[in-house]
């Protein structure tokens, strides 16, 4: 199995969702969320002054976007950036990856920490904001929360924690609370960033910093292992029409270096299983 060339020169590429026929995703350093159609013809949607990542819709159709370095959910909607909420305290340092759930509340991760000062990891909260803009603490004690699915019956979160190279699933109330922790696979080989979920239960694992990039199944067992050679894997997501087309975005590295590069890519790669659940 090998990755395929799909978009290159991106700087540092991230959260890509599969939304209404096209790839949609946010390019960091360049402050900009983009698309691409299954050709790789890209569009600049909108550009987000504090650096978008994340990305999700509501039910109604409203965009969200988080805006990493000011730690706000931000809305695009008629062609107008706002800001839907403040993730201040509860973020303790960049926001990264969020999902949306079926209800349109929005669960935001974040470093918890200042890793590009040479700060020492810390425990992160990850941040629920409900449709009426309230904010709460979903979960705590959480190493690096980062890419982040549900099931399709909408009762259980799995989320990737960077730093501890896990899984972690929780169990989702009709309120959006989370409950039951507990893990969900573990992945010694992979720091897990963005993830995403396919109709066998598996899960895809991008491996920041590893070169590598997994399939896993609940309890840990690896299906599937690719070697990237000299690039690493920060984010995927199961796309196209029948959703068996895998989208990755690579690079060579990460961190504020990589501003000035253009060494990002989307790659892709045709699967047996489809995505399933959210994103």
Not at 19 to 39: C, I, M, P
Not at 54 to 80: C, E, H, N, Q, Y
Not at 148 to 154: A, F, K, R
Not at 222 to 240: E, N, Q
Request: glycine share 12%; aromatic share 6%.
């Amino acid at each position: 199995m090998k990755l395929d060339p799909f978009v290159d020169g991106l700087s540092f590429g991230e959260g890509p969702r599969w939304h209404q026929g096209k790839l949609w995703y946010s390019d960091f350093y360049v402050h900009q969320v983009r698309t691409a159609d299954e050709n790789g013809k890209t569009e600049t949607i909108v550009e987000v002054p504090g650096r978008p990542s994340g990305l999700g819709w509501r039910p109604d159709g409203t965009m969200l976007i988080v805006s990493m370095t000011d730690r706000r959910l931000m809305r695009f909607a008629g062609g107008k950036l706002s800001v839907e909420a403040e993730l201040k305290p509860l973020a303790t340092g960049h926001c990264n990856d969020m999902i949306v759930d079926g209800k349109g509340r929005a669960y935001v991760g974040n470093f918890g920490f200042d890793r590009h000062a040479g700060e020492s990891p810390k425990p992160a909260v990850l941040v629920r904001v409900d449709p009426d803009g309230s904010v709460h603490k979903a979960a705590d004690e959480l190493q690096f929360p980062n890419g982040t699915v549900i099931t399709p019956d909408g009762k259980t979160m799995i989320v990737g924690e960077t730093m501890a190279k896990r899984l972690t699933a929780f169990d989702i109330a009709p309120d959006g609370t989370l409950s039951n922790r507990r893990l969900w696979a573990e992945t010694p080989n992979c720091n897990p960033d963005g993830i995403c979920l396919d109709a066998e239960g598996g899960i895809w694992v991008t491996g920041a910093f590893t070169h590598h990039m997994v399939r896993v199944l609940e309890g840990g067992k690896v299906t599937h292992d690719l070697d990237l050679g000299p690039r690493s894997a920060y984010a995927c997501m199961l796309g196209a029409a029948d959703r068996r087309t895998l989208y990755v975005i690579t690079n060579t590295g990460s961190g504020p270096d990589m501003a000035n590069k253009r060494d990002g890519r989307i790659e892709t790669m045709r699967v047996d299983a489809p995505g399933a659940g959210l994103p």
